[in-house]
């Protein structure tokens, strides 16, 4: 009887076990916001908190993730806003930088460091410039756009004049500066400068929500894009003796298809060793500037259908991601958008187009958050690239709308699943990453070099963020920081291949990236379990390949150009 | 003073002065409500220009009119404002100033100002369908949904607690996006009448346009039962299927909706992209051809089929393709 009963028992468990849902894999990573505790505090301001006048006052800023004093570990860099009504003198909101003490806290060094400016703070980018072993800044804005060269000694100089760099626009109309990147475009050796213009703006003439004509759902809001006069990309070519040319006109790169530009970032998309662009245009196609290899770009986005939405229709392209996310070897896309559609991902076929696999790849399930910077990264070091993405509405006004998200919100987290399609886990992740915050910016770097990359976030009228990502140990990595000699010192363009394992994964040093920011010029691999690398090669900007053999994972490698072997 | 007296005075009076000058303004009146009457705001307004007299009310009345024909609100609402209780009440030219304003005053987006006047309006055309939907519209844009639904069952002529008016309404809404208003009225217009048409759809629609493709897919089921041979329903729920990668279920539901409508491309180009994903791109390219000569303006059909011949190789007309669809975006 009683081991009859036993029987009954163990067969009920068996089929309460049997039917209960298999419990879920963790994830093997984890977000923890250490902005706070780390000394990143100060607000970014940025036009009215609840209401806003000006399309302006809606972009937010950028971020950045850079070494400015040269001591191996990742500097923050926060870009600042202001507002209509302005400032009192000596009041002014300026951008800022924060050194990494190293310990997980940073230092805020701008007034030593010389970067107490201000204004309608825009975009980042950052690289050596000059060649000099610093990392020089170069800023877009609403106005004067500005290139601070880095000293050496912990200080910046605003070279911008002395380059010849000036420049905000012309007729009434100012120049409203985005997204921009560094890129040796001619491969000369010399980092160059990419910017990105929005809109060229004149506060005067911009119609206003009094005026009625423009509304979101019902609701007066800020006006445009549609209406005002789309603004033209610049592109200087550095000459090489501390000063720029102009080259916008006769690169080709004001001729491009769309405008509206505001995310900017470097990649080559069709592997043949020379630098392209693709920018992200609003409510316009997509730039994809493909280099000529003759000083001039052609913008091919329409024709290689990486321009426009699944259905043929220009989206309101905010941030960008490039990675080979399905390891054959190409640089793909990821776009964010506006709230209503997709953010769209363009799978690089190799053969000189994009195909649009948003919704084969997962993607096309989230239409709600309107995405800004974005990343990818490989959350859990298996060797497949995830994706991380900020949102944050445009229109402080949706709050009078009960059914739209609102306007801080949630990121979204997509972990790759390795068989070409990507999974939202953000809700399995829980706070912070489900925590409503109002989104622009990011850059994503690893600040505490523990082979995994932490993102910067850069909130609107709010203090910023740092989620450091957690992942769990098991999974190998590998990192490299690349040292030009004949290319340029950052290495901007360069092209790492990984072998490891029988795996071979593909990425690049790239300049700009996510929204209006810069990225970590460091190249992270996950490797999964493979405790080791076969080999690693890299393509200098200047074309040159070179390899090495045998690294230990765990490591970021440091590989001078010049140093390694022929292939 | 006695009658005959007065007579003779007049009389007198009008024999000792010259004969007065006839006065311009009511044959120039005439000739520029002509040009409007004939769809010619610009000449009217020229017209109302060369005669001068801009302080005669008389004038401005239909200078108002005339700019309100030509778009020009902003100038319509500056010259007629100031005409109201200018006109006898009552009177054809104090009602027609205080339609025209209110007209003006909507389309200027300066809606909440608009609201009385057109409600003045309605009190003597109660009956006046187009009056009814743009006081309904402005109801809508304001968030008085039950106001909004009265005003719109006069326009649709159906009783306004009727199911119907709630579909009707919920339809206005959804073309302002005003989606929750809509929803709501759509749970309504259900709950009073299970087996409405059309309400589930449009439900779906939002579901659909909102990546709850679950939902969408539940509702349009509801939908074709109450409602079976629609071809709208089917087509959307082949784009649910389409967006969840559904490949059989989809192309079934598209197949379904061509049957039963084939003068709409929109299912061409979904089955298009279904038999593609399904690697049969030789299934796919005559369905978006299809929806390229059935459409020839449609955006999404030569982008997939760009798409299509880049995935087969003929990069050359790929290339023309991709350039049609953005040539159809307009400038």
Known sequence: MRRGAGVLAVAATCALLAGAAEPEKPLGFAFVNVARSAGLDAVTVFGGKDANRYLLETTGCGAAFFDYDGDGRLDAFLMNGTTLAGFPKGQEPTHHLYRNRGDGTFEDVTRKAGLAFGGWGQGVCAGDVDNDGDSDLYVTSFGQNRFFRNRGDGTFEDATRAAGLGGLGSGGATRWGTGCAMIDYDRDGRLDIFAANYIDLDLATAPTPDSGLCRYKGVKVACGPPGLKGGKNVLYRNKGDGTFADVSEASGITKAAGTYGLGAVTLDFDDDGWTDLYVANDSNPSTLYRNKHDGTFEDVGVRSGCAFSQDGKPQAGMGLAVGDYDHNGFQDIFKTNFAGDTSTLYANTGDGHCEDRTFMGGIGLNTRWLGWGTGFLDLDNDGWLDLFLVNGHVYPEVAQIPAEAAYAQRKVVYRNRGDGRFEDVTERLGPPATTPRPGRGAAFGDFDDDGDLDVLVNNVNDVPDLYRLDSTPGAHWVAFRLTGRVSNRSAIGARVRVTAGGVTRTDEVRGGGSYASQNDLRVYFGLGPAAGVDKVEVRWPNGRVEQWAGLPAGRIHALEEGKGLAP | ?331
Not at chain 2, 221 to 237: C, F
Request: aromatic fraction near 6%; include cysteine.
């Open chain 2, 1 to 331: 003073m006695i009658p005959w007296l007065l007579c003779a005075l007049l009389a007198q009076a009008a024999a000792a002065s010259p004969p007065p000058a006839p006065d311009p303004v009511p044959a120039a009146l005439a000739a520029a409500r002509a040009a409007l009457d004939a769809g010619r705001p610009q000449d009217a307004l020229q017209k109302l220009l060369a005669l001068g007299h801009p302080e005669d009310p008389r004038v401005a009345h239909l200078r108002g009119v005339a700019e309100y024909r030509a778009d020009d609100y902003a100038h319509a609402i500056e010259r007629l404002t100031p005409l109201l209780g200018a006109f006898p009440a009552g009177s054809s030219e104090a009602r027609e100033v205080e339609q025209v304003l209110g007209l003006s005053l909507y389309l200027a987006n300066r809606i909440p100002e608009a609201i009385p006047h057109l409600e003045h309006t309605r009190e003597w055309a109660a009956d006046n369908m187009e009056l009814a939907q743009v006081l309904g519209m402005a109801y809508v844009q304001t968030a008085q949904p039950d106001r909004a639904r009265a005003s719109l069952a006069r326009t649709f002529g159906v009783p306004p607690d009727s199911a119907a008016a709630h579909l009707f309404a919920a339809q206005m809404m959804i073309r302002v996006e005003r989606d929750a208003m809509a929803d709501e009225e759509l749970k309504r217009a259900i709950a009073k009448d299970p087996r409405l048409p059309h309400a589930r759809y449009l439900r779906a629609q939002a579901a659909l346009f909102r990546g709850r493709f679950d939902d969408a897919i539940a509702l349009l089921k509801g939908e074709l039962e109450v409602n079976p041979a629609s071809a709208m329903a089917l087509y959307l729920l082949g784009d649910a299927y389409v967006r969840q990668e559904k490949w059989g279920e989809a192309i079934a539901a598209l197949q379904r909706s061509v049957w039963i409508n084939p003068y709409f491309s929109g299912p061409y180009v979904l089955l298009g992209r279904a038999y593609s994903a399904r690697g049969e791109p030789g299934t796919a390219e005559p369905m978006v051809r299809r929806a390229v000569e059935m459409d020839p303006n449609n955006r999404a059909a030569h982008y997939l089929l760009a798409q299509l011949l880049q995935q087969t190789g003929r990069a050359e007309e790929a290339r023309r393709e991709f350039e049609t669809a953005a040539r159809l975006q307009g400038p």
